[in-house]
């Protein structure tokens, strides 16, 4: 894979009447650039970070993969590197520009008439140059000739008390309050006092006058700094690379980068730069050896300071045309792929003939998805804008670019930034309410033949590593390591058992017999590294609403973490009283358990309401933050991809299936979190020939499944399988964002007709994804049939969920005629979690029992010891007992949180 960079420096500005409301991107002629956007990907980026000054120096920094906030030094120092100087740890840099003040006596009432004093040629600054030396230049300041009107001043062992103003900041304006102040200040105003003296008359500058150019009578001293320290370019990335510019700043930032930098005959920093020269380099460099190329053109830029807005239109027409088409149609003839990230450093309206620290769009386009079509906008602001693509961070699209989007996240409603790994699995949800998402699911990088024999730790890393690349091998093998132990009853943590002709994939022998123990156990670990890499001190409030697995697989996860605390909200009454009792008995300093009125809608409503609460939000802040160990984590989602992945593998080493043959998967469904883990694990390469989504009576997705409709006004029915009660199903948000094309403003539309309404209806969607999943259904009756029928058949014991699973995939099968595909039916709690409803099932006598006394009557009609979990637990005191009204839940959390709640 070939990598281009392409800088259109300044290229960013505003819309303009002028311009019939367009921007001058927007109105330029860039066949080139708008292809790019409809087969790529374009989204906006802010290259400056907060209260940092725009400038090249800051947003190139940026691009090119450094944050600046960490490693910015100053300006000058790049450009000393361009021109091979050798700093000293006390030196500090400082550009020297040549402008073209007014003819005032006064020095202090000049006003800058040019910041590059009409573009004067480097050969004429050398002169100017080197006329000033004498003058100027003192033991401990040396001066050096740059390209044009840039150069460099070194100072050694400088004191850092001044304040200067770059010049093209205070274009046409009197310079009188922007010249150098500080106990320093007065030294370096006399330095550029004297070469206004010296300069005014000098024969250059006659000549220049003579011309009808400006003359350079003045240096302006500005952008100090000291010597940086960036990591390579090479180790950081695997990448031999190479910059290509006219401008002294770019071509150091790209030396102490570690790039090479190739000079191109004829290319300067002006409007009439060698464009096809630049363009031409770019292809020979990737064809000789390089894997990546930074080329920028100052040209934009310098038409925005100079409040040409005609100029500014060619000069990102001659881009397109010199350098976009030329790259694209050259790399198109090769055999290589390639990657080409367009997009300015920052905007520079000519308006106001300086850099402002707006975010810039950007596209990247990919050779092998060329023929994908992602819209029919082209490239400007206002499109790139619309996608809903965002970084914050500037400096992680280096990355995103490079790594094909790996370990980058963006919200399902497009109107949050994108951000890495670590800060999806702390922030639980996105601020503007959406769920996060991978900006990219990875294809497999191992043979599906590889996974016959592997355990699941081993598994789960080969699995996990690309979605979680920020974090280190050394860091997921630690999580996985503590998440997978004796902890689980069974070695190989999720068996496949053979029952009736179909795969059982049991995901109970977890610490809690619950589905939810897969992910839940490795949560934790996540959350906490993930917190160190970010440097978060304050507390994490892991907030949790459950059907019933959730809530006591997140306590046993998150119970005494330290710098954590674990809020559970569940309905009362809502759950199977095992379910009930393993939550309220449970044991933790940092544990809180609370009942609600209401069922689990209400309970999932209010944690999301809590997690928008800004004003909430706002008295934490600084101590307490809340993220969630809910399905909407994604930290919680990608552990679930594992399992799907270890079954195929049971499979092949079994020889049930042979290497690539398709299964069919049911998947009891309730929230959707688990279905949706099948389906990433299909995306990344596993052999799935059909989900099927099976529903109980709350047949919510099932209707869905069947007719593109989602309809939550619907009685909710409390039924035997009660972690699958769901009205409102938050994963499937994630799947309607790949439904509508990845459309985050479609996505938002129907999120807000289910908030206002409760009903929307999908149209216009992908229908190759929607055709994947069969929607079905399970009566009470056909539930408890099946798991009596499959007990007295083959002895196996399936739970009220299971049979769920299991009754829906009879129905597709005799639906579809599908009998040849190997099934996995996933097995998601063990029958002792609902014992009432399983015994009752096998002989109507023990239904009047209590539940409790049915552990012992179901393990000696079985045969099957009673699981370490819940055995005794009957006998368990109640811990947590409080049970609260929706509109009480807010004030609970928050004492908790505040500690008032002794």
């Keep these: ?23 001058p991107l927007e109105y330029a002629d860039t066949p080139a650039m708008n292809i790019l956007a409809q087969h790529g ?44 100087l050798d700093l000293k740890g006390g030196d500090v840099t400082f550009r020297c520009n040549f402008v073209t003040l007014t ?75 922007y010249l150098p102040s500080g106990p320093q200040g007065e030294f370096i105003l006399d330095m550029m006092e004297k070469s206004y003296m010296l300069l005014k008359d000098h024969p250059v500058n006659t000549d220049r006058v003579k011309r009808g150019l400006r003359p350079a009578n003045s240096i302006w001293i500005w952008g100090e700094g000291k010597k940086p320290a960036l990591p390579d370019f090479r180790s950081k990335y695997g990448l031999r690379g190479a910059v290509i510019s006219a401008v002294d700043l770019i071509k150091g930032l790209g030396k102490c980068a570690g790039l090479d930098v190739l000079e191109v005959e004829g290319a300067t920093g002006t409007l009439h730069t060698n464009y096809r020269g630049k363009a031409e380099a770019c292809v020979n460099a990737l064809k000789n050896g390089y894997d990546f190329v930074y080329l920028h053109v100052e040209a934009p830029d310098e038409c925005g300071h100079r409040s040409e807005l005609d100029s500014k239109i060619k000069a990102i027409e001659y881009i397109d045309g010199e350098i976009v088409s030329y790259i694209k149609t050259e790399m198109d003839k090769t055999a290589e792929p390639y990657r080409i990230l367009l997009t300015p450093d920052h905007p520079t309206p000519v308006t106001i003939r300086t850099h402002t620290a707006d975010p810039v769009p950007f596209v990247i386009f990919d050779s092998g998805r060329a023929d994908s079509t992602y819209g029919n906008c082209g490239y400007g602001e206002s499109a790139a804008r619309e996608t809903g693509l965002y970084f914050e961070k500037g400096h992680c699209l280096m990355d995103y670019f490079i790594n094909d989007g790996l370990g980058f996240y963006r919200s399902t409603r497009g109107e949050s930034p994108c951000v890495t790994a670590p800060e999806a699995i702390i922030n639980g949800i996105a601020p503007d309410g959406g769920l996060y998402i991978p900006c990219r699911i990875p294809s497999i990088d191992f043979a599906l033949s590889d996974l016959a024999g592997k355990s699941y730790k081993e598994t789960a890393y080969m699995v996990m590593k690309p979605f979680l690349p920020d974090f280190s091998r050394e860091e997921l093998q630690y999580c996985i390591e503590n998440a997978y132990d004796d902890k689980f009853t069974s070695s190989d943590i999720a068996p496949v058992r053979e029952a009736g002709g179909k795969y059982m994939l049991e995901l109970f022998h977890g610490a809690t017999i619950a589905f939810k123990d897969m992910a839940l156990s490795i949560l934790p670990y996540l959350m906490k590294t993930a917190a160190k890499k970010l440097h978060i001190d304050r507390e994490i409030v892991i907030l949790t609403a459950t059907s019933g697995d959730t809530g006591k697989a997140a306590l046993e996860g998150f119970g005494n973490v330290e710098g954590t605390k674990i809020i559970v909200l569940y309905p009362a009454g809502g759950v199977s009283p095992v379910q009930e009792r393993q939550m309220v008995s449970h044991k933790g300093n940092n544990t809180y358990v609370i009942g609600i009125k209401g069922n689990f809608d209400d309970a999932q409503s209010a944690a999301k309401a809590l997690f928008g609460d800004r004003e909430l939000a706002a008295e934490l802040s600084g101590f307490a933050m809340f993220s969630s160990a809910n399905s909407i984590n994604i930290g919680r989602l990608i552990p679930q991809i594992v399992y799907y992945f270890h079954a195929y593998g049971q499979l092949l080493s079994r020889g049930a299936v042979k290497c690539g043959e398709k299964i069919n998967i049911s998947v009891p469904t309730g929230n959707f979190g688990n279905i949706l883990a099948a389906y990433y694990a299909r995306l990344m390469g596993l052999p799935v020939k059909k989900l099927i989504c099976a529903s109980n009576e709350n047949k919510v997705l099932y209707e869905f499944f069947r007719t593109g409709r989602y309809d939550k006004n619907r009685e909710f029915i409390n039924t035997v399988s009660p972690s699958m009660d769901i009205l409102v199903s938050s994963n499937l948000e994630r799947l309607l964002y790949l439904l509508c094309g990845s459309d985050s403003k479609r996505v938002r539309e129907l999120m807000r007709k289910l908030s206002d309404t409760g009903v929307y209806t999908l149209e216009n969607y992908d229908e190759e994804v929607f055709s994947l999943f069969y929607g079905e259904t399970a009566t009470e009756e056909e539930t408890l049939a099946s798991i009596k029928g499959l007990y007295e058949n ?52 023990y239904q009047d029992e209590d539940d409790f006394t049915l552990l012992e009557i179901m393990s000696e009609y079985t045969g099957i010891p009673i699981p370490p979990a819940v055995k005794g637990i009957e006998g368990r005191p109640v811990v947590h007992d409080t049970v609260c009204g929706k509109d009480e839940i807010r004030q609970i959390v928050r004492n908790i949180i505040l500690r008032k709640d002794s």
């Excluded at 894979?1 to 921007?23: A, F, H, N, Q, R």
């Excluded at 006329?131 to 401990?140: G, Q």
């Excluded at 300041?141 to 740059?146: L, P, S």
């Excluded at 014991?797 to 595909?821: C, I, P, Q, R």
């Design 1 to 23: 894979m070939k990598y281009i960079v392409i800088i259109g420096d300044g290229m960013s500005d505003v819309p303009y009447e002028s311009l019939s409301g367009k921007t």
């Design 794 to 845: 083959t002895g196996y014991l399936m739970d009220t969920h299971t049979s769920v699973a299991y009754s829906a995939y009879e129905k597709y099968k005799a639906a579809s005629g599908d009998t040849g595909t190997k099934a996995v039916i996933v097995s998601t709690a063990s029958p002792y979690k609902f014992t009432k409803a399983v015994m009752a099932s096998l002989d109507p006598k």
């Design 103 to 177: 003819d005032e006596e006064n020095y202090r009432d000049k006003t800058i008439l040019d910041h590059g004093a009409d573009e004067i040629t480097t050969a004429e600054a050398e002169v100017l140059l080197n006329y000033l030396k004498p003058h100027i230049e003192k033991e401990f300041i040396k001066f050096y000739t740059g390209t044009s009107y840039r150069h460099i001043a070194v100072w050694n062992m400088a004191p850092e008390t001044y304040i200067l103003t770059p010049p093209h900041d205070i274009l046409g304006q009197k310079i009188e309050k």
């Design 41 to 84: 990907q374009t989204g906006m980026a802010k290259t400056i970070p907060h209260g940092m000054v725009p400038g090249s120096d800051t947003a190139n920094l940026s691009v090119m993969g450094y944050d600046p906030a960490e490693y910015y030094t100053g300006r000058s120092p790049f450009e000393a590197a361009s021109l091979g």
